[in-house]
């Protein structure tokens, strides 16, 4: 199928020598069935193979998606534990160093119970006001005498000694302290420095 092209000239008069040839075209009427039977199936293939490509596209990034779903899930539990790890290093390197004036806080509290009845002396008072002034900077860095008056703890007292007790109730309970000691404690964490020395009935 040819189409003539019907334009004028310069000169106005009619150009009947350039034609356009539509054989080709998709759309071209002429064409035998043989011929769009098979470029229908042409397109069919192409559809199917787009569908197919569509369908792998979708694979991979639903792949993708849970790929970083489980990689943040993972990076997250890391930054958990570091920041666990991390305040465990620092609580723990706290009480290395607290470790080392323990001992001054008991010899000031064993000066203590050797001057009882003289608290008047200024000498005592400096002590003392030297002891409560220790114990505030430990309070302020969560570190507190372990409590004896409590019923006996494994975790928290260590007997040295027994005396004799006629009331049951006092069987196996703390009956005095030889020597208090101290235990890290805030809301999450409790970690015993030491245990405390005590005397419990029998």
Same mark, same amino acid.
């Given at each position: ?15 009947t020598d350039n034609t356009l040839n ?72 706290? $009480? ?5 004036? +323990? !001992?001054?806080?008991?010899? @000031?509290?064993?000066?203590?119970? &050797? /001057? ?11 002590v003392k006001m030297t002891y409560d ?9 969560? $570190? ?5 008056? +409590? !019923?006996?703890?494994?975790? @928290?007292?260590?007997?040295?000694? &027994? /005396?004799p007790v006629t009331d049951e109730k ?33």
């Amino acid at each position: 199928m040819t189409v003539t092209d019907n334009t004028l000239n310069t000169d106005n008069t009619l150009n009947t020598d350039n034609t356009l040839n539509t054989s080709s075209y998709p759309w071209d009427e002429t064409r035998s069935p043989q011929e769009q039977s098979s470029q229908e199936q042409r397109l069919t293939e192409q559809l199917i193979k787009l569908q197919k490509d569509y369908a792998d596209l979708q694979e991979i990034c639903k792949k993708a998606q849970n790929d970083y779903i489980m990689l943040k899930l993972d990076f997250d539990q890391y930054q958990n534990r570091m920041e666990v790890a991390k305040q465990d290093h620092k609580i723990q390197t706290l $009480i290395d160093v607290v470790k080392k004036f +323990l !001992p001054f806080i008991d010899w @000031l509290e064993k000066s203590l119970a &050797t /001057v009882k009845d003289s608290e008047d002396n200024p000498l005592v008072k400096g002590v003392k006001m030297t002891y409560d002034n220790f114990l505030t900077v430990l309070a302020g860095l969560m $570190i507190f005498p372990i409590d004896t008056t +409590l !019923p006996l703890d494994s975790l @928290l007292h260590e007997p040295v000694g &027994t /005396v004799p007790v006629t009331d049951e109730k006092q069987k196996w309970q703390i009956i005095s302290c030889v020597q208090t000691w101290f235990v890290y404690r805030n809301d999450q964490t409790i970690k015993v420095i030491q245990t405390a020395k005590v005397i419990v009935g029998a």
